[in-house]
């Protein structure tokens, strides 16, 4: 089955004769990855400059080579640059913000489309631990830096173009592309056909509580792959996502690369895996276990931990996995204050106890708390029973 690459070598049609879809969406997300040169200072002018023009050789790989999965952006550009559809799309108002003081990271892309329409496109975590770092943020602070600049970035768009907005991203791109959507001026909301959000982590209860926060649910279209992780944390506020399938398996269905496409549409998954929706409520249920504090203190000594290996890049961490630095940056541990070191591995030993047996029991007995166990049981039943039919569907249907 076609992935989105094959999709953008597939499409025939324009935007004028088919609106964009969350295909499309998915395409322009990815494509807020490329990193823009100096040497293209039209891309982040409002004029912007055409994809087809990116597709050259040098251009083409300074602006694939420093994404950790450049291979597959290089070839997805070029898709796009000779695809009927894509190729004279421009991209306008390209920007990058990165601040180790402020634990910042935040790239935005605006593609405007031949019919005057324009997708802002959040960039999700680039390869950088700092990155890493900020998505850990969002599980003890109200919001981060990344969100307030998206925020500023989407009333920037408005501001200079006229017309009908899209917003969306993949990964931490999909929560600044409904965070912004939610917490932007009203008068720009009012312009906003639909906002995107590609298996992002959701928010916490205590942001969505905020009367700032619009709550327009129906503006904002989730899309998760059968086995997500990343979708599913910090819980579930708004509709429920569209299930789509993907080629990998766990949580390597996070790569957008690998969700599958049937025509204009992704292919789809009757519900979440049985797997994927235990990990995500108990994952869940230990963050809720924590206070703000404990799970800020928990983030700082892990982020400490990381770090002490000398790796600044992601895809430096996992090449670490294989080559027994990982080994050496444990037994950094041993460095650690006694408090924070017996800290830390009893949040871990209660991380993997939770994942593998699930939250300690307690008995319920307020009304709430019986009326919420009851809820938590027919979800566990319902989500069981989607799985088993899902599997009998995909083998016997």
């Given amino acids: 089955m076609a992935d989105i690459v094959d999709y953008v070598r597939g499409c025939r049609d324009t935007f004028a004769e088919r609106p964009l879809c969350r295909v499309d969406s998915l395409v322009l997300s990815c494509l807020s990855y490329l990193w ?42 070029q898709a796009v640059a000779t695809s009927p559809r894509f190729f004279n799309v421009r991209v306008c108002l390209a ?10 990271q935040f790239a935005a892309t605006t593609f405007l489309l031949p019919t005057g329409e324009a997708y802002v496109a959040l960039r999700g975590t680039d390869n950088t631990l700092l990155g890493w770092k900020e998505d850990f943020n969002m599980a003890f602070r109200r919001t981060v830096p990344a969100q307030e600049s998206a925020c500023a970035y989407l009333a920037r768009v408005a501001a200079e ?24 001026d009203a008068l720009v909301r009012a312009r906003i056909v639909r906002c995107y959000d590609h298996d992002g982590p959701d928010f916490t209860d205590e942001l969505v509580a905020d009367p700032a926060w ?27 996502p569209i299930i789509v399938s993907s080629s990998r398996e766990g949580v390597l269905q996070h790569d957008p690369f690998s969700w599958l496409v049937d025509g204009t549409d992704f292919a789809r998954e009757r519900a979440l895996s049985y797997d994927a929706y235990r990990t995500g409520k108990r994952i869940n249920a230990w ?34 996995l294989g080559d027994g630095t990982l080994s050496l940056m444990l037994q950094r541990l041993d460095g650690l204050p006694e408090a924070d070191r017996e800290f830390f591995m009893s949040c871990m030993g209660d991380l993997a106890a939770t994942i593998l047996l699930g939250p300690a029991p307690k008995t319920p007995v307020t009304a709430a708390e019986k009326a919420s166990a009851a809820v938590e049981k027919v979800e566990d039943i319902t989500a069981k029973f989607n799985d088993t039919m899902a599997k009998w569907e995909k083998y016997f249907g």
């Fill in 36 to 77: 823009i040169p100096e040497e293209i200072p039209e891309a982040a002018t409002r004029e912007g400059v055409a994809l087809i023009d990116l597709d050259e050789g040098k251009t083409r790989l300074s602006l694939t080579a420093p994404i950790g999965n450049g291979a597959n952006h290089e070839r997805l550009l």
């Fill in 95 to 104: 920007t990058e913000q990165s601040s180790q003081e402020l634990e910042r």
């Fill in 161 to 184: 173009l006229e017309g009908p907005l899209y917003v969306g991203g993949h990964s931490k791109g999909g929560n600044l592309a409904v965070f912004a959507s939610m917490m932007c």
């Fill in 214 to 240: 619009a709550g327009e649910w129906d503006l904002v279209e989730k899309t998760v792959p059968g086995e997500s992780l990343i979708g599913l944390l910090l819980g579930s506020h708004g509709n429920d």
């Fill in 287 to 320: 963050l809720r276990g924590m206070s703000v504090e404990e799970r800020e203190r928990f983030v700082e000594i892990l982020y400490r931990v990381v770090r002490s290996g000398g790796e600044v890049t992601f895809s430096g961490l996992v090449k670490s």
